[in-house]
């Protein structure tokens, strides 16, 4: 069983970044499809960003150039860094993890296929 566990949100303005951590703990979270998600209010959580255990990321056309999912083996902990950010870009963001190596079935696949999840951290971004 892992268990997962944000931080880094906060509050900034349009055009400036954030960074996000997710630790792991419970077992090898590398060998592992791994995510980011967020949640709006009044809307579906949202898949943001995953990366496979080989390290391929991938991401919401929304968020493409401006995000970038990663890992860091060291530290064990799951990364988003936010540039550019907006104020479409305001949600509770979580991370999660799958059982599987690879992301599965697509390589961004929707929250229904990920079993384990953090707590979430808001990220609000002001015009």
């Known amino acids: 069983q892992v268990h997962l566990a944000e931080s880094g949100g906060g509050s900034v303005q349009t055009g400036g970044s954030l960074r996000l951590s997710c630790v792991a703990s419970?077992?090898?979270?590398?060998?592992?499809?791994m995510g980011w998600f967020r949640q709006a209010p009044g809307k579906e959580r949202e898949a943001v960003a995953a990366?496979?255990?080989?390290?391929?990321?991938t991401y919401v056309e929304s968020v493409k150039g401006r995000f970038t999912i990663s890992k860091d083996k060291a530290k064990n902990t799951l990364d988003l860094q936010m540039n550019s950010l907006i104020p479409e870009d305001t949600a509770v963001y979580y991370c999660?993890?799958?059982?599987?190596?690879?992301?599965?079935?697509?390589?961004?696949?929707?929250?229904?296929?990920?079993?384990?999840w953090g707590q979430g951290t808001q990220v609000t971004v002001s015009s």
């Open positions: 999660a993890a799958d059982r599987s190596a690879v992301c599965y079935p697509t390589p961004l696949p929707s929250f229904h296929y990920f079993n384990a």
């Open positions: 419970g077992q090898p979270y590398s060998s592992v499809c």
């Open positions: 990366i496979d255990s080989k390290g391929v990321g």
